[in-house]
């Protein structure tokens, strides 16, 4: 449990030097924005493809692969029907906010829990590869529907299949399934490269902490609220009914349940950032459920573990 406090140790002061970088405005005014890009078409696509390329294939598609997509699937479901009837919102907000509810931070979360609750941060990867290839590609046409006004299915697929983080992990799995071994003198710049995107995302997302308020009045509190609800208890719930309907044993029980009690996934707020809607729904969800899901894995541990 240590090494579990640890790894969001590690988080928390990232998000805190974050914080600090930007109440002293040390990187000026168009700090969030240059990192945003930064990491959204440079840093991100470079650790996708290291993850990715170094997983093992037979976890990339066990078991866990299909329980993590339904019960993905069951909070993007709730959430859409929540955001159109009840709430009201348009496609780029209701987008932001099932992906706030439902997408893992599988990532720069996901990696050290896997690696210092399950032993294996392989176990991961499953989710990585559902939410990069199936689950960003249909966001990113919708956000960028919504947000340029373009309905050509050949546009959006051209700008689809161009983004960059798309690219990287096709490549990482493309690797993986072909076992190829790279070399030092290839892999090792291309770890140096990944290695910089978690810190600078954290460091971005503390950036944009100062001067807001969580749950601000006249910000999007009720999305908020419905997509951390979502996110911290039907998600894990979700997930652990499927798994005892797909049999699993119990160590795969106790896997999926801790991938899906993550919180919200840092590249939400990359996403809202970069296409300008949800900004307000992510950064809130991210910052309850990062706190909020601490509390959860120990619960699921005591429970399941």
Known sequence: MLSVL?????????????YIVGRIDLLGPHARYVLS???FFVLSPFLLFVVLARA???????????????????????????????????VGESVIGAL?????????????ISLYMLGNAAFSAPVILFQLLIVM????????????????????????????????????????????????IVFDPLTLVANACVPIMLISFGISLH???????????????VASTLKLLVM?????????????????VLIVVVLAAL??????????????????????????????CVPVLFLATLLLG
Do not use: C, K
């Open 137 to 184: 590609p249909i966001a990113l046409a919708l956000l960028d529907a919504a947000t340029s006004g373009a309905r050509s299915a050949g546009r959006i697929l051209r700008q689809t299949a161009r983004n960059p983080m798309l690219i990287g992990s096709a490549l990482g799995v493309l690797v993986a399934l072909l076992d190829i071994e790279l070399p030092p």
């Open 6 to 18: 640890t790894g969001f140790l590690v988080v928390g002061v990232a998000i805190v030097v974050g």
């Open 56 to 90: 093992d294939v037979a976890t990339l598609f066990s078991a866990l692969l299909p329980v993590s997509m339904l019960a993905a699937a069951v909070i993007f479901a709730i959430y859409a029907v929540v955001a159109r009837f009840v709430l009201r919102r348009g």
């Open 263 to 292: 919180p919200t996934a840092q590249n939400v707020f990359n996403y809202a950032q970069r296409y300008d809607i949800g900004e307000i729904i992510a950064r809130d969800t991210i910052f309850i459920t990062t706190l909020g």
């Open 100 to 112: 706030s509810g439902g997408l893992v931070n599988s990532n720069n979360i996901g990696i050290p």
């Open 37 to 39: 890009r930064l990491t």
């Open 211 to 225: 001067g807001q308020r969580v749950l601000a009045t006249g910000g999007r509190r009720a999305d908020v609220l």
């Open 236 to 252: 894990p719930v979700a997930a652990w009914l499927l798994a005892l309907a797909f049999s699993l044993p119990s160590e795969q």
